[in-house]
């Protein structure tokens, strides 16, 4: 290729990590602590952007765990609690606050830009010993019997090739090992779409509440509302395929957000005085899972698995908790490979944990019981405090919510079951929307 250079001597290391996201920085940073040669490949030059600005009172900790809780403080704006605000209900706002959860030493959590968050995990990862490659896209990976060879490209033009003992693919969206092996699936239980900017003037909620995290449900799906500390504020709608493929010809996407947030009344209210001040990004095929976790020398971490829904936050917590799952068991795998199997299954089980607790109730978000549970929460058995700890991200350890939540899903079938020409046309209605993407889909193929 012209102006193409491929470079000879091979490079081996103990880890190469693909991203350098929140999943790749952290994993790398734990293993290079830990004295692994590590690599970090990452396609972007830091800072760049990047959507999913709220955070998790339970990344907090994680946080603490990798040095990095000052300097994320010192780019964040508190998050007390989460709000839910529905038509259905006379577009009452719901207020969970996080102090009010099982445990309650996680009362907060931050909203960042993760152009900032993103650029202080990597850098740590960097200052731990890794080295980073940033704008250089990996373009496949060959393994083979003792580690992988792995194929990347500079934005420069260069080619490179190195070798690695382990693997980590922290790749995000771009899903590389499960795109390369073709096991990544849509997920037909759950498929969304996205549109987003941020705004200036914004009207926020007064006092402590002000960096509060708003999720407006409306006729195609739901808005965040996320405001950050330099004054903007991240507004979203994640809907249903087939509505953001139904775009008329020659209206710009700025128009047709504009047009998207005028469906939701209390939304554009919070909007009224405001400015779009960046330009509106647009994302299909949202929601999708893989067939698998891991290899005998690679692990996915992160969205490179899976990804849901943003509804409840929780990405940037479960890329984090991924990593450090992650980072164990390549630790044992390199280090007693007689236990590497073990090793690697207690990973494949930590993370299915974290979107399968999730899933559950994002699929059951559209349901009329669901969203009257929601907006009428009561703690018998302690289950409001079981679900402040799902939606701070207390899912893992040793937390002792699940009997509760177990409680909460028993109230759900049974006031489900004495509803059930509603449930029945709730369930219809969704089925119809996620057949609808499917058609709109095929019509654009």
Known sequence: MTGTSIQTDTQSWDVVVIGGGPAGSTAAALLAERGFRVRVFEKARHPRFHIGESLLPANLRLFERLGVGEQVREIGMGK?????????HGNQMQRFEFADAWDKSMPSAYQVRRSELDDILLRNAQA?????????????????????????????????????????DASGRD???????????????????ALYG??????RNPGSNAGNITVFWFEHGWFWFIPLADGATSIGAVVWPYYLKSRPKGVTLERFFSDTIALCPPLAERLKEAELISGVEATGNYSYFGDMTHGRNYVLLGDAYAFVDP??????????????????????????????????AHFDKAVRHGPRQFSWFIYRMTSPTMRNLFMGPRNPLRMKEALLSLLAG??????????????????????????????????????????????SEMAAN
């Not at 490659?133 to 060959?142: K, L, T």
Request: glycine share 6%; hydrophobic share 40%; aromatic share 10%.
């Open 394 to 439: 207390d899912i893992f350890g040793s937390t002792p919510i699940w009997t509760s939540l177990r409680a909460f899903k028993g109230v759900y079938y049974t006031v489900s079951l004495f509803n059930a020409r509603h449930s029945w046309r709730a369930w219809r209605a969704r089925k119809r929307n996620l057949r609808q993407g499917d058609k």
């Open 198 to 203: 941020h705004f200036r003037g914004a009207r």
């Open 175 to 193: 899903t590389l090992l499960a795109n390369q092996f073709k096991t990544k699936r849509r997920n037909d239980k759950h498929n969304s779409s």
């Open 311 to 344: 509804v409840f936050s929780s990405g940037v917590m479960l890329a984090m908790q991924s990593a450090f799952a992650g980072a164990e068991a390549i630790e044992v795998a390199l280090r007693e490979p007689a236990r590497a199997k073990a090793a690697l």
């Open 80 to 88: 007390l609690a989460a709000e839910f605000v529905l038509p259905q």
């Open 128 to 168: 731990k010993g890794a080295e980073v490659s940033e704008g250089c896209r990996v373009r496949d990976v060959a393994f083979v019997d003792d580690g992988a060879v792995i194929h990347a490209q500079h934005d420069d033009g260069r080619e490179e090739r190195c070798e690695a003992r382990f693997v980590v």
